[in-house]
C-alpha cells in the first residue's frame, strides 16, 4: 500500500542511500531510504505508475506499509540484482555411487528470504521479469532440498529455467500432504509433474524387465544356473516398486552378496549393473526432457 500522507514515526534518517539518489521512501517503522526513481520504474510497474501520477514539484517522499528489513531487500533487488552463487559438484562416497548428483552452490541468497521476495514482494509491487530473472540460480541452489516450493514459485512466476530445474527433484506426489499439494499454483503445474514422474516409472520398469545377467545367454555360469533366475525374479519384485526417483541399479546391486563367491557370476552382476546404470541415466528427469506429446 502506498501512502503520501506523513506517518508518525519514532525514527526519521536514512538507512541506506543508493547511488544517484533523489526520492525518499519510509518504512513502516520509520526508516528511510534514498533511492533512485528511475531504478525503481524499471524494475517495477508499480513504482511506475505511482511516479506516473505524481506531481514532480509535490512531496519528494513517500511512505510505504514494509517494515525496515522489506524495503531493505526490495530496494537492493531492484538497485543492485545479486549475482549468481558459485556452483560446486558434489563429489559421491566411493562405496556409493548415485546416478545422479545435483550440482551445490556456495552464496546462495536463504530459502526464508527468497520466499519473501515472491510471496510477499513480487506480486504486490510487480516486480519485473527482468529483474527476477537475477535469482533463477538462487531458487535452483534450494531445488533438491525443496523441491516441490521452489518447482511451485517458479511455475507462478513463470521461470522456465527453475521449473525444469525444480521438477527433477520432486518426489513421488504420494509422499506429499494434501497441504503440501496445495503448493501447486495451478492443475496444469501439477500434471506436468505427474506426467513427468509416470513416464520414468514406466521407462524404468523397461528398462528393467529387459535387462538380463548373461544377454543372449552370453558367458552364463555352468555352476550357477539359478544365476539368472534369481536376477529376473529380483527385478520382477522390484519392478512393482519402482517410483519416479528410484535408483533402479543401486536396488539391484543388492544381488551382490549372492554372487561374490563366484568369480564368473560377479563379473556379470557388474556388467549388468553397469548397463543398466546407463540406460537408466538415459531417462528423463525434467520436464523440458519429456519427448513433446503427439
Request: proline share 6%; glycine share 2%; hydrophobic share 40%.
Amino acid at each position: 500500500m502506498l501512502s503520501t500522507t506523513p506517518m508518525t514515526v519514532a525514527v526519521d534518517k536514512p538507512v541506506f542511500a543508493f547511488s544517484d539518489a533523489d526520492f525518499e521512501v519510509r518504512s513502516s517503522d520509520g526508516s528511510a531510504f534514498k533511492v533512485n526513481r528511475e531504478k525503481l520504474k524499471d524494475g517495477s510497474s508499480v513504482f511506475r505508475d505511482m511516479f506516473a501520477s505524481c506531481d514532480a514539484t509535490g512531496p519528494q517522499t513517500v511512505d510505504l506499509c514494509e517494515t525496515e528489513a522489506e524495503l531493505t531487500i526490495l530496494f537492493r533487488l531492484l538497485h543492485t540484482p545479486p549475482d549468481p552463487p558459485l556452483a560446486y559438484v558434489l563429489q559421491p562416497r566411493q562405496e556409493k555411487v548415485k546416478t545422479h548428483l545435483p550440482l551445490r552452490y556456495d552464496s546462495a541468497i536463504p530459502l526464508p528470504v527468497l520466499r519473501l521476495i515472491f510471496v510477499r514482494l513480487a506480486d504486490k509491487y510487480a516486480v519485473e521479469k527482468s529483474v527476477l530473472q537475477h535469482l533463477d540460480l538462487h531458487l535452483i541452489a534450494h531445488a533438491p532440498d525443496h523441491a516441490l516450493e521452489v518447482y511451485s514459485l517458479a511455475c507462478r512466476f513463470e521461470m522456465p529455467r527453475v521449473v525444469n530445474e525444480a521438477s527433477q527433484y520432486v518426489l513421488p506426489l504420494s509422499r506429499y500432504s494434501s497441504e503440501e499439494i496445495r503448493l501447486f499454483p495451478t492443475v496444469a503445474s501439477y500434471h506436468d509433474i505427474h506426467r513427468l514422474q509416470a513416464y520414468r516409472v514406466d521407462a524404468l520398469q523397461n528398462i528393467l524387465s529387459h535387462e538380463d545377467l548373461f544377454p543372449h545367454g552370453y558367458g552364463t555360469c555352468p555352476t550357477h544356473e539359478d544365476a539368472a533366475a534369481i536376477w529376473s525374479r529380483t527385478a520382477l519384485i522390484l519392478a512393482a516398486k519402482i517410483e519416479s526417483n528410484s535408483d533402479v541399479g543401486q536396488e539391484m546391486a543388492s544381488l551382490a552378496f549372492l554372487y561374490q563367491s563366484c568369480a564368473i557370476c560377479s563379473k556379470a552382476l557388474r556388467a549388468a549393473l553397469d548397463m543398466l546404470a546407463y540406460k537408466c541415466r538415459r531417462v528423463p528427469r525434467r520436464l523440458d526432457q519429456l519427448p513433446q506429446s503427439e
